[in-house]
């Protein structure tokens, strides 16, 4: 006698999961919606990053350039210093040439003032300062009496502190942008916690936290300005 066999099929096959229930619209929507934070965070993470590398290379730039303004200007100094050493000396010398009455070791002496030195000494000896207690103790403290290089020296130095500061104005704004990616990342955690939620109340306002951060990290990165 010919045994039947019968082949049942397993439950989950031949019958339609009983725990799946249709999505709704509004829940579609809401998924939407945190795909959509999610990628508006991921994007402005990416450029407030790219920003803050930007003006990290401008803070070392313009650091460089001051340094470099510094270099420049120190050495204007020291030729300045130089050249008004060199002055002070050969005056010291022609006045004691005049003190001892040395007429010709006093000219070669004036004959080797510098051309920059002598309207200072002309202007000096108009003050007749052997006979005016009133006149300056000596060229160098003449009005016009100017080195060239240590004006060069101040004007360096100027744009040098314009340089520095221009650095410490970037850094700032790269730790800014720096900051900025906070609120992202924290769009980019809600949003993708919302995703988990089921109890649409607790969802919805996830979201809405989220989207708040997003506009404030937007509103915070448009006062920074780009590089």
Known sequence: M???????????LSEPPQHERPVSRSERWLEFAAVLLLSFATL?????????????????????QSNGLRIHAQNQATKAGQFRIE?????????????????????????RFR?????????????????NRHARPSPLYEPNYRVPEAIRSAELDGEADKRYAEGTKAKDTDDKYILSTVFFAAVLFFSGISLRLDW???RIAV??????????GLLFVLTLGTA
């Open 2 to 12: 010919a045994q039947h066999v019968h082949a049942h099929a397993p439950h989950e």
């Open 44 to 64: 402005t993470t990416a450029w407030s990053g790219y920003q803050a590398a930007l003006f990290s290379g401008e803070q070392s730039q313009r650091y460089a």
């Open 87 to 111: 002055d002070l000396l050969i005056f010291n010398r022609w006045l004691d040439a005049r003190e001892m009455g040395n007429k010709q070791l006093e000219q070669i002496y004036r004959r």
């Open 115 to 131: 051309a920059r030195f002598v309207p200072a000494f002309r202007a000096w000896i108009a003050e007749h300062p052997f006979t």
């Open 200 to 202: 649409r109340p607790l």
């Open 207 to 216: 979201m809405c936290f989220a989207a708040t951060m997003l506009f404030g």
